[in-house]
């Protein structure tokens, strides 16, 4: 099975800052790598699709890169409604496995 | 828009089986292009895929539940179902169900959730 190594756990960082967070897969898994965003209370949300397509409706200020083993997840300039927590998730060969998760928070 | 309603037993008793269904509006679950999958998440912890279905019927589970998963669909009536055998503490969760997108894998509608709570 893969595993997904997600980086930092947690983070704090201030209104504007850019912010990036790091997912690495333990085998290649082309770009099959999806981003969301969880609000406490809240089911997740897609914003990035295939490592670095932005969902529909999405600020372009999220971005996603990456392929093969190691992806990242930026925001360009941190916003307060940007406070969740962020999960990566990967597809290979029909089956799905999420990262741990990386806690945002307002410095 | 699509809309996804999870329903079920808030409360199980270890041992038993957990039963979940969820209503899908708005579109049908037969629409080209989509699985349809369940996602939990224990208290206080990250997301943990439990498995999907495709229209066709075909489906596929997480490998560490997947002697005690059971994923069905129901066409007549627009939903799809989970049920997990022989339950303990360790399956207490917010249960989600989701549409996958089956381009990219993507899980781009989501239920509210539902809680589950094993215990005697």
């Known amino acids: 099975d893969i595993q997904m190594t997600q980086s930092p756990s947690s983070l704090s960082a201030s209104v504007g800052d850019r912010v990036t967070i790091t997912c690495q897969a333990s085998?290649?898994?082309?770009?099959?790598l999806n981003w969301y965003q969880q609000k406490p209370g809240k089911a997740p949300k897609l914003l990035i699709y295939d490592a670095s397509n932005l969902e529909t409706g999405v600020p372009s200020r999220f971005s996603g890169s990456g392929s093969g083993t190691d992806f990242t997840f930026t925001i360009s300039s941190l916003q307060p409604e940007d406070i969740a927590t962020y999960y990566c998730?990967?597809?290979?060969?029909?089956?799905?496995?999420f990262g741990q998760g990386t806690r945002l928070e307002i410095k | 828009q699509l809309q996804l309603q999870e329903s079920g037993s808030g409360l199980v008793k270890p041992s038993q089986t957990l039963s979940l269904t969820c209503a899908v509006s708005g579109g049908s679950i037969s629409s080209g292009g989509y699985s349809w999958s369940w996602i939990r998440q224990p208290p206080g912890k990250g997301l943990e895929w439990i498995g999907y279905i495709y229209h066709s019927g075909s489906t596929y589970y997480n490998p560490s539940l997947k002697s005690r998963v059971t994923i069905s669909v129901d066409r007549s009536k627009n939903q799809f179902s989970l049920k997990l055998s022989s339950v303990t503490a360790a399956d207490t969760a917010v249960y989600y169900c989701a549409r996958v997108a089956t381009d990219h894998y993507g899980m781009d509608v989501w239920g509210q959730g539902t809680t589950v709570t094993v215990s005697s």
């Open positions: 085998q290649d898994i082309s770009n099959y």
């Open positions: 998730q990967q597809y290979d060969n029909l089956l799905i496995t």
